[in-house]
């Protein structure tokens, strides 16, 4: 039998001595194959019925999806995985990385045009929203790496194609940084570590903190213009805005909303000291410099496998053509793309265009792949 059971092999040690622990789970084998695990769901959620609405909205979430999935868990020694999957099983794999506070059903409208060519795994992050364990796990070192090449070990899979969208495509760069063997090719979404990012501070004021106790009052106000204030909101069903959810994607506003209000995102990104019960700021000021400023330019240069970067004209966080010209001086198999009425999270507001972007960059890099691995 498979026990999972808490342990601590690794910790951050904080500016004032402060010990902030980040969770492991291990496997002990006894003379059983069943599965028990010891899980405390409730770590990272506010309540139970807070958990329950997050819970509902994924699973009405994926019977919308056009096409069939798989609910599918593999085990990590960070906790138990959750992905959605679908595609053809001698496809090329690849994986999909939400950003902060995302989960595996906001690809909706992708896993249709992406598994035709592949095997799709759009993963729930550990410790963030959605089926996975909701153990901590730092973004200070690399272990998100870790986690990525036991997913991959667990499945079999010897080498994949990445996209992530923010914080996610970070953890992308971070496979191509530090693994890149198990890696061939990553598509990078707005992410994060790429340059310096702007604080989306009027945003968190205004639209977050002024309506804290009310999340469908959130996802009313969480628009294309009122995030993008230069997106025109000329939403179409074949192009962009989020289609029928309106012109900024409404499941992903609706995912925002309900994980800023049901969610404790500051335990999620491992700054949260349980002993005093309070953020951690020393620690808190590290993740943060690790979301919106820029990975050095030695770091990046060692993002050596085919990358396509996309950022939407209307982005937030960044500035779009200094960075393409950046990339580009950087990254060697850089391929940038910036996408016309769109935002930070282009994919959503652009699905079909960028979804086809996306499809023609792998297709291209695909016969590379292989001949490599020959």
């Known amino acids: 039998m498979k026990v999972y059971r808490e342990v601590t092999p690794e910790s951050a040690q904080t500016d004032n001595n402060t010990t902030l622990n980040f969770t492991r789970r291990i496997n002990t084998s006894t003379n059983s194959a069943d599965p028990v695990f010891v899980d405390s769901r409730m770590n ?16 009405d979430v994926v019977s919308e999806i056009d096409i069939e999935v798989e609910s599918k868990y593999v085990d990590t020694r960070f906790g138990r995985t959750h992905m959605l999957v679908c595609g053809p099983e001698d496809a090329p794999p690849l994986f999909m990385l939400p ?10 409208r992708q896993f249709p045009d992406f598994a035709k060519s592949h095997r799709v795994y759009a993963l729930d992050i550990v410790g963030q929203p959605g089926k996975s364990d909701t153990n901590v796990v730092s973004f200070l ?20 194609d990445y996209i992530g969208n923010s914080v996610g495509g970070s953890l992308c760069m971070q496979m191509a940084i530090n693994a890149p063997e198990r890696v061939n090719s990553i598509v990078l979404l707005a992410p994060t570590g790429i340059a310096r990012a702007k604080l989306p501070v009027k945003i968190w004021l205004t639209k977050v903190l002024q309506k804290n106790k009310d999340a469908d009052a959130l996802e009313k106000d969480l628009t294309a213009k009122t995030v993008n204030k230069s997106t025109n909101g000329n939403a179409t069903e074949a192009g962009g805005g989020g289609g029928k959810f309106g012109t900024f994607d409404r ?47 030695s770091t990046l240069r060692k993002i050596e496998v085919p990358t396509l970067l996309i950022f939407g004209e209307h982005e937030m966080l960044y500035k779009p053509e200094q960075i393409k010209r950046k990339a580009e001086k950087l990254l060697p198999k850089v391929q940038v793309e910036i996408v016309e009425e769109a935002g930070h999270g282009a994919i959503f507001d652009q699905p079909a265009y960028v979804n086809n972007m996306i499809l023609d960059f792998l297709e291209k890099e695909q016969p590379a792949a292989a001949e490599k691995a020959a």
């Open 44 to 59: 990272l959620y506010k309540s139970a019925e807070g958990f329950q609405a997050i819970m509902n909205w994924y699973n």
């Open 99 to 108: 950003g902060i506070a995302g989960c595996a059903p906001l690809w909706r």
């Open 141 to 160: 070192n690399d272990d998100f790496t870790a986690w990525l090449t036991d997913v991959q070990d667990e499945l079999g899979i010897e080498k994949a």
């Open 251 to 297: 499941q992903l506003a609706r995912a925002m909303a309900l994980a800023t209000r049901h969610y404790r995102v500051d335990k999620s990104v491992g700054v949260y000291n349980n002993e005093s019960g309070k953020v951690h700021w020393p620690t808190g000021m590290k993740v943060l410099k690790k979301f919106f400023l820029s990975e050095s330019k």
